[in-house]
């Protein structure tokens, strides 16, 4: 599966920011989908997933109640979007989207990355 990430940028703090993610095609068979993020210095970290059938979801603490992770599925693609609100700098990142097959622990197909900076 390939992955396309895109909608990061700039935003002051407090701002918000979509990002989105887009695989294409008509067969997709990933078991779930998520954003991951890597801050300078630092590891990298789930964000947010959601699984592939029933949408559950699964935030990372320091976003919980401020960003959110939703599906679409058309025709030729399905696009995972991150809405991301009450931004802080500490949201300052390179975020990552990520599909995880089935049979799989890890997520094992990765997008490039898409900056997102938090001026204060």
């Known amino acids: 599966v390939q992955l396309q990430a895109c909608g990061g940028g700039l935003v002051q703090t407090g701002g918000s920011l979509r990002l989105s993610c887009v695989a294409p095609?008509?067969?997709?068979?990933?078991?779930?989908l998520a954003w991951f993020r890597q801050a300078p210095g630092k590891e990298r970290e789930l964000v947010a997933s959601i699984s592939w059938i029933g949408d559950h979801t699964l935030y990372g603490y320091s976003v919980k109640g401020r960003f959110t992770i939703a599906k679409h599925q058309a025709e030729n693609m399905v696009t995972v979007d991150l809405q991301m609100n009450n931004l802080q700098p500490e949201d300052t990142a390179v975020y990552y989207c990520?599909?995880?097959?089935?049979?799989?622990?890890?997520?094992?197909?990765w997008g490039q990355g898409t900056l997102v900076t938090v001026s204060s």
């Open positions: 990520a599909a995880r097959s089935y049979g799989r622990t890890t997520f094992n197909n």
């Open positions: 095609g008509r067969t997709f068979t990933s078991a779930a």
